[in-house]
């Protein structure tokens, strides 16, 4: 059975920092891995989806890796900003279970 | 298009009532997914429709738990009778099933307190 486990469970960094948000995932048979950005009260917003086949992508100053063998993603925030406080989800589409998976979430606060 | 909508936003009920829940997906979406969100379990899918057929039920707690998508444009998620420990955000989702292309659109969320 899939887990994703998402890695700190919350963090607080000063804003302009860079920062590494971290998801593993026990099953690296998978169709893709998502990031979600979750604001309180509010439902999640897709950032990012890396196909199994690719090793990132990029939005703005965000940047997704993917190391499927390894079960390892990564979400690299550049420049944080404190409108990047909220909680980020990793979540994968598992071939076994054929639905998304997601970890706990990183609750993010970016200091002013 | 307005997104995926839910209602209500907010229900705050007695142990024992029946509690409806009610989702809009995104027109033209075919796959409707509902996840329940605790502090403690975080989000944890309840049951997908595709084509609004179900798919998989195999999250849904108990047989408390019903849910229902007579037409591609609504599905309801009913718990009958209510316990506090159904408690939580549950959340409506909707995608254009695309395999491994699979983007969810998520509503903003319904708030139950069962008391």
């Known amino acids: 059975k899939q887990e994703v486990t998402q890695i700190p469970a919350a963090l607080s960094v000063p804003e302009g920092e860079n920062l590494v948000l971290n998801c593993s995932f026990t099953d690296s048979a998978i169709y893709n891995l998502q990031w979600f950005r979750q604001d309180p009260g509010k439902g999640l917003t897709s950032l990012l989806l890396i196909q199994s086949s690719q090793r990132e992508q990029t939005s703005g100053r965000l940047n997704a890796s993917l190391d499927k063998s390894s079960g390892r993603s990564t979400l690299y925030i550049a420049a944080s900003q404190p409108g990047d406080s909220a909680t980020y989800l990793c979540a994968v589409l598992s071939r076994s279970q054929g639905n998304l998976i997601f970890g706990k979430g990183t609750k993010l606060s970016v200091k002013p | 298009d307005a997104g995926v909508i839910q209602s209500p936003r907010h229900e705050v009920t007695e142990m024992g009532q029946e509690v409806t829940l009610r989702c809009k997906p995104i027109?033209?979406?075919?796959?409707l997914f509902w996840y329940r969100q605790t502090m403690m379990r975080g989000l944890e899918l309840l049951i997908y429709?595709?084509?609004?057929?179900?798919?998989?039920d195999s999250g849904m707690p108990e047989d408390r738990f019903s849910a229902k998508m007579p037409n591609a444009s609504f599905s309801t998620l009913k718990i009958q009778p209510s316990e506090p420990r159904d408690s939580a955000v549950y959340f409506c989702?909707?995608?254009?099933?695309?395999?491994?292309?699979?983007?969810?659109?998520f509503g903003a969320g319904s708030r139950l307190t069962v008391l």
């Open positions: 429709f595709n084509n609004n057929v179900p798919i998989d």
């Open positions: 027109s033209g979406h075919n796959s």
């Open positions: 989702a909707s995608s254009l099933n695309q395999g491994a292309a699979n983007v969810l659109t």
